[in-house]
């Protein structure tokens, strides 16, 4: 092959994974121009060529790759990867084989086979070994109680999965993905509700299947509480019970294992050999050549049918078992956190189901019942059934707060944004990712334990920083250097905020099922601990965007504890914090006590800028849904206007399609960023059209971006460009709309958009002379001066004005705040939670003061950073 380009890429874990490796999906970006088609793209490891599949995720505008999905089989995992493009060689075989039946779909990737039904009550059929079927029946199961009065369990209803679609949506040759759709519907009819999509992704060689799966919460608050919620399948077993094994994974890599009928440490010895492969879960001797003390009274030990692993919380778990229903639990085994995975296996195959996160997920449940039976089954409960059903009604009666007025004087007191019937979940998402483990034989320990480890930290291959940077990706970024003393410093002053912030889910168990991946928003110094129970101080839900925060920072060091809790983040903010159905479907909730508790449902909190990262360097399908859901979000602001609560003109003001009311700021930066994804994405037209026909018209209002906002007529896609007013908020640039307009700048020639960028870059952080000779009168409303000095910066950057370096430096360093920040974090993190600190030692670092600390430090670096030793 001859090569015209290439770059190496790396294991996020730094070290390639250890067998067994089932093969990666991954993303890399690719310079403009550089690949015309993914047919160009190749995967080496060293001198050899590895089987890959490329697919295109995004194109530039003039029709180059800009993104390619990546995935590679299972099997021996590359060394020294490296992404080549140049002349093809003969065509990848197909490794991964699909049956695309009227009603049915096959996948056969060599090593497992897995059947769907088009329609019906599984969301799989079977999976087979060869001719070996190992799992049989798998569905999804719920159930659904009412209020529970006087502190009496209310009455369950069983649901089950059923299944509307079934599709193929990848076809190979090494990545099948499989996405079946369907409701969960009443065992008595009487109902269906929690609409889900799961993927299945085979990938060639592997003997696990991943799955990706998402429900929507559709309930009625009042009287739904979702009880149980999980996935089970039928485990045909051959062997008798003392050939029939079970493994949960433990603690730290533990593996609980045992035989259904154990035959150690009984009274009598039914031989060495016996007891030695029954242990390594191999198949024993027949039982007529055992001891006969034992083989003769083989039917008086216990056979052990039912297993139960809870986790309830973060902090611990317990096993039990019992012989069969109608009997005692025993104790069988604790810990601490489990590694979220059972098995049911006998010599000739078996199943297992893992959970990925699973105890950072709680409540969950790993069961396995009448494995000496004919029919056993194996579930993972996502919400485990023996837990309090989930409770999705707002946490306050409302206070009083029945008009905008009463309201307004409630945000002043706990910062919380309060409507009536406002706080309302239905319509939130959640995304589990589990695997499906088909064994040939029962999994010794060993290769028990890998499984469990890979799938936990999923290997992962992904571009090196200065791959990122060269690509011309995401905008302002530069991988990390110390050179000179002062970015030394900077460095570790952003380091020790990631650090504090990796580190405070962990010491405040800030785990959950509707939890993981969200920080809190603001610190209570008095009573040192975060602001969990005061309004819109609790979790943040990406309140001065610490998903960027993540996101950059991951980009630019390649840290994989970095990468994870922006995946989790990114995960949670766009599934949890935003509706995909229902009256608010497209918009996110604001920060508060609840996830969705907020009254301000807004697009600065659904915006794909958060979430396009983990799309772009991943290829994960179900991010890849989250973008789409927002293509048409222009229309929510039809139904509901963003500031109804103080709009100057609300008394005139009627939301009607040829003049709505959208900010040039967090509104117009998330409409951005939805049109840009979408085009990159899928060529779409009318995205493409409304993000270039805006974006000159911003550079056609006489004031541009200090205009504040603008009249858009929702059927033309256009901005009314007569209006001449000055309105500037210090939220504006904070929620993405720095990032994107960067990326338009570089992306699209558009001379008045980008003059009218510059001129707000220029103007925000100016002195009130300079704002006055240019504008009339001074800009009201500056805050956020240090996270507005990368808007100088990048003035700076375009212009080579000396003068905006320093007002940059000066905005960024001026109250020396990244200091403070340095020694308070120092302080707190030798604090344990108990122990209270007064507030003039401890004060306040919040999420918004973290993020946009960090933000600013890594764009300023990036933008004017050659010119900073001089002025430390």
Known sequence: MTETFSHSLRWLADTP??????????????????????SQLRMRDDDRDVPAQFWPLATWPDGSVKWSGVAIGAGAAPQRPCLAVGERDAPVAAAVIVDDEPDRVMVDNGELRITFDRTGDTVFREIARGSVAVAEDGHLVSLVAGPAEDDQPAPRTRCRSHTISTSVEQSGPVR??????????????????????????????????????????????????????????????????????????????????????????????????VRERQVAGLSTPPVDTWAPQVADRIGLVPEWSDFSLAQPNADGYALRKRTRAGHAWIDAAAGTRAGGVV???????????????????????????????????????????????????????GLGQDGYADQLEALEITYEDYEPGFGDAHGIARTHELTLFAWDRTPSAERFAAHVEHLQDPPLLQPTPEALRDAGVFGDFSPVDRSTPLRREIEDSVDLLLDFYLEQPEQRRWYGFWDY???????????????????????DNSELSPDLWLWYSYLRTGRSDVFRMAEAM??????????????????????????????????RISSPIYRRFLYY??????????????????????????????????????????????????????????????????????????????????????????????????????????????????????FGLVEICSELIDLVDMPAFRDAWLRYCRLYLASPDEQERELGAPI???????????????????????????????????????????????VRRILPPAVPAPVDELPSVSTNDAAQYGLAAIQVLALIGDRLPDRA
């Open 17 to 38: 994974p250890s067998a067994p490796f089932e093969g990666c999906t991954w993303g890399v970006p690719l310079p403009r121009g550089a690949v015309g088609s993914v």
């Open 517 to 539: 991946g969200d920080v809190m928003h603001a610190y209570d110094a008095d009573r040192h601990t975060w602001r969990y129970d005061v309004g819109g101080y609790a979790w």
């Open 617 to 734: 360097l991943t290829a994960d399908e179900r991010t890849g849904d989250l973008l789409a859901e927002l293509t048409d979000s222009d229309e929510t602001f039809l139904a509901l206007d963003p500031t109804r609560k103080v709009r100057a003109d609300a008394a005139t003001y009627r939301p009607e399609r040829s003049a709505l009311a959208v900010g040039l700021g967090t509104d117009w930066g998330a409409l951005a960023a939805t049109w840009l994804t979408a085009w990159e994405r899928t060529g779409d037209e009318r995205s493409r059209d409304r993000l270039l026909g805006t974006m000159a018209d911003i550079g056609s209002l006489p004031q541009g971006f200090l205009t504040g906002e603008a009249r858009y007529d929702l059927d033309t896609g256009r901005f009314e460009t007569a209006r001449d007013r000055i309105s500037v908020s210090h939220l504006s640039a904070v």
């Open 343 to 397: 098995s049911l296996s006998d010599p000739e195959g078996g199943l297992g189901i893992g959970v990925r996160a699973f105890w950072q997920s709680h409540p969950g449940r790993l069961d396995i019942r009448d494995a000496a039976g004919r029919a056993p089954t194996v579930t993972a409960w996502l919400h485990a059934p023996d837990q309090p059903p989930m409770d999705m009604r707002f946490y306050h009666d």
């Open 780 to 826: 009201a409303g500056v805050h956020l001066e240090q996270a507005h000095s990368r808007l100088a910066a990048y003035a700076a950057a375009q212009t080579g004005d000396e003068a905006l370096t320093d007002l940059a430096w000066r905005a960024f360093d001026g109250i020396g705040e990244w200091l403070v920040h340095r020694r308070e974090l120092q």
């Open 570 to 603: 990114t995960r949670h903010t766009g599934e949890v914090d935003v509706y995909h159905l229902g009256r608010f479907r497209g918009l996110g909730s604001r920060h508060n006590v609840q996830h969705w508790g907020c009254s301000a449902k807004q697009l």
């Open 176 to 273: 099948v993905v499989v996405r079946v759709d369907g409701v969960h519907r009443a065992e008595d009819g009487s109902r269906e509700w929690l609409p889900f999509t799961v993927r299945f992704v085979v990938l060639a060689g592997a003997e696990s299947v991943r799955i990706v799966h998402t429900f929507i919460w559709d309930g009625d608050a009042d009287r739904d509480f979702l009880a149980g919620l999980g996935l089970t399948a039928r485990v045909p077993l051959r062997a008798a019970s003392h050939d029939r094994h079970v493994r949960f994974a433990g603690a730290d890599g533990g593996v609980f294992a045992e035989a259904v009928r154990g035959i150690t440490g009984l009274r009598r010895d039914p031989g060495g050999d």
